[in-house]
């Protein structure tokens, strides 16, 4: 079984701020953890995903995420925060293997003030 | 990666009627797809997973009566709506998954609304 959680529905930041989305994961096999972008009607887009190598990860964009086993976290930030990066983001677990299912998160909606 | 395509984008249709949403990789074999549904402001929900030539595999709460899967290529499957009604109306994506990549590749969605 797996599940993640992202814990709120929006976070607001201002532009050149910080971004920090968090997502926390429970898996019963070593997972494989990704996050992915949504814009308004549009399909989703990977950022980043950990898959059992090195536990900081580096996506595009200027994101990054760390998995951090001890805390079952994969929390995704962004040093400086740009008008573009609003949109909907989701984290997501799987296992591993081409027929591994994806279980999502409820996703988070990113508001970036000028 | 690979890159997957839906047909149609956006469909609008009747109630009653029965609606089909191509999902093909253009790229690689697809041994299997997954198809998501996802409603406003929601996250995706996976429906099913799809195997070439074989049945699929439906989730817990998902009608395979009413969501009709084909897989009957190495580069195409199709999800059926039958009977389509309004609570049907939706973001449906699929998505390809490949042996030997560790992740799966997203179509870019159809948005389907039931009048």
């Known amino acids: 079984a797996q599940s993640v959680t992202q814990l709120g529905s929006h976070v607001s930041v201002s532009e050149g701020a910080l971004v920090l989305l968090r997502c926390n994961y429970s898996s019963s096999v070593p997972p494989y953890l990704f996050w992915y972008v949504q814009y308004p009607n549009q399909g989703l887009q990977l950022l980043l995903k950990?898959?059992?190598?090195?536990?900081l990860v580096k996506g595009i964009n200027g994101f990054e995420a760390e998995f951090k086993k001890s805390e079952t976290s994969f929390h995704l930030t962004k040093p400086s925060a740009h008008m573009s990066d609003a949109a909907e983001y989701f984290c997501?677990?799987?296992?591993?293997?081409?027929?591994?299912?994806?279980?999502f998160g409820k996703g988070i909606t990113l508001s970036v003030r000028p | 990666g690979a890159v997957v395509s839906q047909h149609p984008s956006w469909v609008i249709c009747k109630s009653g009627t029965s609606v089909k949403i191509e999902c093909r990789s253009l790229?690689?074999?697809?041994?299997?797809m997954f198809w998501y549904r996802q409603f406003p402001k929601q996250s995706l929900m996976l429906m099913a997973t799809s195997n070439e030539g074989s049945k699929a595999t439906y989730e817990q709460g998902v009608e395979k009566d009413k969501f009709l899967i084909n897989h009957a290529s190495l580069t195409l499957s199709t999800l059926t709506v039958t009977s389509a009604h309004p609570e049907d109306s939706s973001f449906y994506i699929c998505s390809l998954g490949l042996a030997g990549y560790n992740e799966q590749f997203f179509g870019p969605g159809t948005r389907l609304t039931v009048l």
């Open positions: 997501a677990v799987s296992g591993s293997g081409a027929n591994s299912k994806l279980t």
């Open positions: 950990y898959t059992s190598a090195a536990t």
């Open positions: 790229d690689f074999q697809a041994t299997t």
